[in-house]
């Protein structure tokens, strides 16, 4: 299982876009990349998913080189409620494995402040 | 969306007794759950995988004989703590991923045991 690394934390400011980076040297090529939010006392939701290249969403965008060792997610814009933990995780995810593992790393903690 | 609901979201227990925790997907069949554990301050950490009709496959270190996974359908897994002791404190999460869709897989809201 690839292992992900993350920075521990990082700041923003209302309005500003934040991109939190992510290293997964060892991924492997059935692997995908996952990036989940977590509040305090919540399961982790959903953000973004993509294999390669640029993935965006309505909340989200996901960046993805062609060696596919890093991977930086982008919140544009971020406000008070974007605070979380964010994790990213590397795994055979895709819809024809309903049974890879997903391993969770140490997570970036985001504090947006006003 | 996949939605997967998870019972009770909060439980207190006394010392020595079992407490079960309920995972449901609701609007989707999941051959595989997992269930994971989290500290305060600390991330995830995947406990076990839960399989449908057969035997949970356990992480290394977590005793099989104390956290009781039972998967009887496509849409429920159970964990049963038993015998459980203040350690045991913990949010626990479980997860499934929709074989008929990509997107990840999708988290229950948790349940946070307090053993007294």
């Known amino acids: 299982l690839a292992k992900t690394t993350q920075p521990i934390s990082m700041d923003s400011y209302e309005g500003q876009e934040v991109n939190i980076t992510c290293s997964h040297n060892?991924?492997?090529?059935?692997?995908?990349i996952t990036w989940y939010q977590q509040f305090p006392s919540q399961g982790p939701r959903f953000i973004i998913q993509?294999?390669?290249t640029k993935v965006t969403n309505e909340v989200a965008s996901l960046f993805i080189p062609a060696d596919r060792k890093s991977s930086t997610l982008s919140l544009p814009r971020v406000s008070l409620s974007d605070t979380a933990v964010y994790y990213c995780?590397?795994?055979?995810?895709?819809?024809?494995?309903?049974?890879?593992?997903?391993?969770f790393g140490q997570g970036t903690e985001l504090s947006v402040k006003p | 969306g996949a939605v997967v609901s998870q019972h009770p979201s909060r439980v207190i227990c006394k010392s020595g007794t079992s407490v079960k925790i309920e995972c449901r997907s609701l609007?989707?069949?999941?051959?595989?759950m997992f269930w994971y554990r989290q500290f305060p301050k600390q991330s995830l950490m995947l406990m076990a995988t839960?399989?449908?009709?057969?035997?949970?496959?356990?992480e290394q270190g977590v005793e099989k004989d104390k956290f009781l996974i039972n998967h009887a359908s496509l849409t429920l897994s159970t964990l049963t703590v038993t015998s459980a002791h203040p350690e045991d404190s913990s949010f626990y999460i479980c997860?499934?991923?929709?074989?008929?869709?990509?997107?990840?897989?999708?988290f229950g809201s948790g349940t946070r045991l307090t053993v007294v």
């Open positions: 997860s499934a991923i929709p074989g008929d869709r990509d997107g990840g897989y999708t």
């Open positions: 060892n991924i492997a090529t059935n692997d995908y």
């Open positions: 993509g294999y390669k």
């Open positions: 995780l590397v795994g055979d995810t895709g819809r024809a494995n309903q049974g890879g593992k997903l391993i």
């Open positions: 609007d989707f069949q999941a051959t595989t």
């Open positions: 839960s399989n449908e009709g057969s035997k949970a496959t356990y």
